[in-house]
């Protein structure tokens, strides 16, 4: 069984960062595309930055030069590092990823972290 479990958000006021980490684990063989998702309270959830196997990378306008994604293979972690983060960035962040098991491709979620900017 695979699991992902989610760390790292928290209270914080305008301006500042955050970093958030997302380690799998379980019978992994391997992990191809990695993401963080949002949804915040009465909004549907969207994609906030996406990296494939390869490290390359893609994110929503909103978060473009503020946020960067990353992964530690090595570690089976994908982070992702909030800078001038925003009251507009508040939300239940999700780690998604698609990974190679045993029982071949799967879509696996986290079950989130709350990210709150207030000041």
């Known amino acids: 069984q695979v699991q992902l479990v989610e760390s790292g958000g928290g209270l914080v006021q305008p301006g500042e960062s955050l970093r958030l980490s997302c380690v799998a684990s379980?019978?992994?063989?391997?992990?191809?595309?990695g993401g963080w998702y949002r949804q915040a309270p009465g909004k549907q959830r969207e994609l906030v930055a996406r990296?494939?196997?390869?490290?390359?990378?893609n994110y929503t306008d909103s978060v473009k030069g503020r946020f960067t994604i990353s992964r530690d293979n090595a570690k089976n972690t994908v982070y992702l590092q909030m800078d001038s983060l925003k009251p507009e960035d508040t939300a239940v962040y999700y780690c998604?990823?698609?990974?190679?098991?045993?029982?071949?491709?799967?879509?696996?979620w986290g079950q989130g972290t709350q990210v709150t900017v207030s000041s």
């Open positions: 990296i494939t196997s390869g490290g390359s990378t």
């Open positions: 998604n990823a698609y990974i190679l098991d045993l029982r071949g491709i799967r879509d696996y």
């Open positions: 379980g019978s992994i063989v391997s992990i191809h595309t």
